[in-house]
């Protein structure tokens, strides 16, 4: 059984790069250490506001990339893939409505509400990197993964960047549906100068 992946432009080659497991595992970590910093003792309120809202922002990429490309190729290939996939999505759902609490949040609740997106993350992660990603390793061809993780890494850039746990979690309706709503973000972001990228902090 093999992960059907519409072909990409012919830039550059899509076979070569860093497999699906590779991105998703280090944005995991990154965005980790970017919670550990958001809820840390000695982390102060103006830091505070701008870290929350790039844990927002990457992690609402992160989520959506994901619902886009990762779980449809784990349900299509690995076995009880459907089931797995099926408790992502309501963890991930759980997430987002934590993150937007995150989001409205004021100085005096946002190290407490920071701490539970930071728990929700931690057993994302370790979902995804202890067992769908492995599973979809050993169904899928090495160069099914380096798709996998092409796609992942240009969705990411073309995702929202506020929660929005209302919206699609499933093909087809997600594709169409993160793509327009993350432009009125960014249109918002960029009124409000809020920061979305670790590297702006």
């Known amino acids: 059984m093999s992960v059907h992946l519409p072909p990409l432009p012919p830039v550059g080659g899509e076979s070569t790069g860093p ?17 550990a910093e958001l809820t840390a003792d000695g982390t102060g309120a103006g830091r505070r506001r701008p870290l929350a809202q790039v844990v927002s922002a990457a992690l609402s990429r992160h989520l959506s990339a994901e619902e886009q490309y990762l779980y449809p190729a784990v349900r299509a290939v690995v076995p009880d893939g459907e089931q797995l996939v099926t408790r992502e999505l309501a963890e991930d759902r759980a997430l987002l409505e934590s993150l937007r609490l995150l989001e409205a949040a004021g100085d ?38 380096v798709r996998l993780g092409n796609r992942v890494e240009l969705a990411e850039e073309a995702a929202p960047t506020r929660p929005h746990p209302g919206t699609p979690a499933t093909p087809p309706w997600n594709k169409i549906v993160d793509p327009a709503v993350a432009i009125v973000d960014k249109i918002r972001d960029l009124a409000g100068r809020r920061t979305t990228y670790p590297q702006d902090l």
């Open 19 to 35: 497999s699906v497991a590779d991105v998703v595992s280090r944005a995991h970590r990154e965005l980790l250490a970017l919670c």
């Open 108 to 145: 005096a609740d946002r190290r407490e509400r920071a701490r539970d997106v930071h728990r929700r993350l931690r057993r994302h992660a370790d979902a995804a990197d202890g067992e769908l990603l492995p599973l979809l390793g050993r169904m899928a061809s090495a160069e099914e993964l």
